[in-house]
């Protein structure tokens, strides 16, 4: 986990370059569920093929791939929000859940599998309290309470028996307490009562797709459903009556409440501009229309996941930060910068105590993107803090248990464990800034102008212009770039095999050129690799002493191409054409301009 925080350079969430900017990125796989790690540093998108792990500090990395190919659609995946067990992520696969730990290698890092229910599970709480504990409830009606010190079975079970289950959620005040909602029904659950509801609330019209407990007021929770309806309900109270009623005018998928003041965000199951809503939710008036305090409008399809990434709070102060993250069906995850308006608008203050504890305090802010190597997996874990259990399976740690021990099992499928991702593809995915919630036609014209906003997209631009030249390694955080091509540098202007590494500082190209190295070679001497590097360098520092990208200029050069270094300030700056010898030289001879540079061949003598 170190080489992930050591190539970026981002040790804590105030370091992140990512959280105050608008962020975009692309992923054309079938991605059923999202979830975000406690430190708020990575995120996992799970399909049928298995798990991504993006790391929103290194956006420009391809995410890790953790393959489980499964015929059923991921339902749900929950990272585990607390810092005790920042490695656990939980993902379903019809009527099991399995339990990742993403400290450990790709191939065997599924460490248990939860089997109780008899049909697909539809969703998974962890516990607002206890690290070892979580829920599950599936299409059989039934909700399953699971500690993971023995996960062989559940602990304790609940069933409404006439509806199935669509949402489990733990009360984050009363650690007995969890909400179940079947059809239109809400189920409230206490684990010390037994079997029967400590309170059944018939709230809606239609199913229930949205369950989600207040975090501060311990009887408080909210319900939403396709009646395009948001409630409030006090469960304490015993009529069927909300506290408040928000009507809207599309089917409501998901409500919950936000990490800061008494908001909610509202997500459409379709319509609604295929955006997320904030409302305030203290309005005094029983029953109004949606009024939303701020919108978050951009995706092209509905977004299917959000969830809300934060730092700051670790001293008990309230001086956190915000962040949007979602999920749509236009395969974007996009992140989304949270203004002072919109928490004034649903009265959040400021530097004031924390009303309620953080599970995430004290989460190393490292990410798993990078895979462990398997030689040194009890290392790993220790230098984590993980002590790794001596079965990765469902198992009871007594030998005279009746469940007996499995062997740690891979989960290997077909097509074994690497899902191949161009890094150029990927690069051709991430917008930032600008150009990071442009629509389709406006991205596609901002590709045709090839005015790249920074070096990744820079890369992407001249990787797709030029399919012949091989990116052999490509780390933008770092500035690090190697380049293989041909060039007509050989004998009679034959074509040679050139190596290129290219480092660029972070301030490229506003201040600083990047350095770049060729590597010897056979076929070229030392002196001819000197005048080559001199040459570049200086095509280099030219374009970036205007503050210009260069990397596409000294590719053309090392391609054997005439390069104009002047009027470097209009758009049409390049030069091209086929060269009459490979060593190339300054030409300042017939200049209409003092400034103007053609790195240009030599005249024969």
């Not at 079970?157 to 959620?169: E, I, M, P």
């Not at 955006?275 to 509905?302: C, D, R």
């Not at 191409?561 to 017939?590: Q, R, Y």
Request: charged content about 25%; hydrophobic content about 35%; some cysteine.
């Amino acid at each position: 986990m170190a080489t992930a925080q050591q190539k970026t350079g981002v040790s804590s969430p105030w370091e992140s370059k990512t959280f105050g900017t608008s962020l975009s990125l692309h992923l054309e796989r079938p991605v059923g569920a999202m979830t975000i790690s406690p430190s708020g540093r990575d995120i996992v998108l799970a399909s049928r093929s298995g798990l991504y792990v993006v790391d929103l500090d290194d956006p420009y990395c391809p995410p890790r791939f953790l393959r489980h190919t499964t015929l059923w659609e991921v339902a749900d995946v929950q990272w585990s929000p607390h810092a005790a067990k920042y490695t656990w992520v939980i993902s379903t696969s019809n009527q099991k859940a399995m339990v990742w730990n993403m400290a450990l290698p790709s191939r065997n890092a599924i460490e248990h599998v939860l089997h109780a229910h008899t049909r697909a599970i539809t969703d998974i709480n962890f516990h607002a309290h206890d690290p070892e504990r979580l829920a599950t409830c599936a299409v059989d009606a039934f909700v399953h309470c699971w500690d993971m010190r023995a996960p062989g079975k559940p602990v304790q079970s609940f069933c409404d028996w006439r509806a199935s289950a669509t949402q489990v959620k733990w009360n984050r005040q009363n650690p007995h307490v969890v909400a179940s909602s079947h059809d239109r029904y809400v189920r409230i659950w206490d684990d010390r009562m037994g079997a029967k509801p400590l309170r059944s609330i018939n709230a809606h019209s239609t199913k229930i797709y949205g369950v989600d407990f207040d975090r501060v007021a311990e009887t408080s929770l909210i319900t939403c459903s396709l009646d395009k309806t948001i409630k409030f309900w006090d469960y304490s109270n015993e009529k069927d009556e909300p506290v408040r009623v928000i009507m809207t005018d599309f089917p409501v998928w998901k409500a919950r409440h936000t990490p800061f003041g008494d908001g909610c965000c509202i997500m459409p199951q379709r319509g609604g501009k295929n955006g997320l809503y904030i409302v305030y939710n203290k309005s005094e008036q029983v029953t109004e229309p949606m009024k939303p305090v701020a919108e978050f409008v951009g995706h092209t399809e509905p977004v299917k996941e959000f969830l809300w990434r934060t730092r700051g709070g670790d001293q008990g102060i309230d001086n956190r930060e915000f962040q949007l993250v979602t999920w749509s069906k236009d395969h974007d995850l996009r992140l989304w910068s949270i203004d002072d308006s919109t928490l004034e608008g649903v009265r959040h203050v400021k530097n004031k105590p924390l009303k309620y504890r953080l599970t995430r305090r004290g989460s190393p802010y490292v990410s798993f993107i990078e895979e462990p190597e398997a030689e040194s997996d009890s290392a790993s874990l220790f230098s984590l803090g993980i002590h790794q259990p001596t079965s990765r399976s469902a198992t009871a740690s007594t030998r005279g248990s009746q469940f007996t021990a499995r062997k740690p099992q891979r989960y290997m499928t077909r097509g074994g464990i690497y899902d191949k991702i161009s890094h150029l593809n990927w690069l051709s995915g991430v917008r930032i800034g600008r150009s990071a919630f442009a629509k389709p036609d406006d991205t596609a014209a901002f590709t045709e102008r090839e005015v790249p906003e920074n070096l990744g997209e820079e890369v992407s631009i001249v990787g797709n212009k030029f399919p012949k030249i091989t990116f052999e390694k490509i780390n933008v955080s770092s500035g690090e770039i190697v380049v293989c091509l041909n060039g007509p540098w050989g004998t009679d202007n034959s074509l040679i095999f050139i190596r290129v590494e290219a480092r660029f500082p972070s301030d490229y190209p506003r201040r600083s050129a990047p350095k770049i190295t060729i590597e010897q070679s056979k076929d070229l001497s030392p002196e001819e690799i000197g005048k080559m590097e001199t040459q570049v360098q200086t095509i280099a520092t030219e374009f970036t002493n205007r503050q210009k990208y260069c990397l596409e200029s000294c590719l053309r050069y090392l391609m054997g191409e005439k390069v104009v270094l002047d009027d470097l300030d209009e758009e049409d700056n390049l030069v091209t054409g086929a060269m009459d010898l490979p060593v190339l030289e300054v030409d300042e001879g017939e200049s209409s301009s003092d400034d103007e540079i053609i790195m240009s061949p030599p005249k024969p003598t």
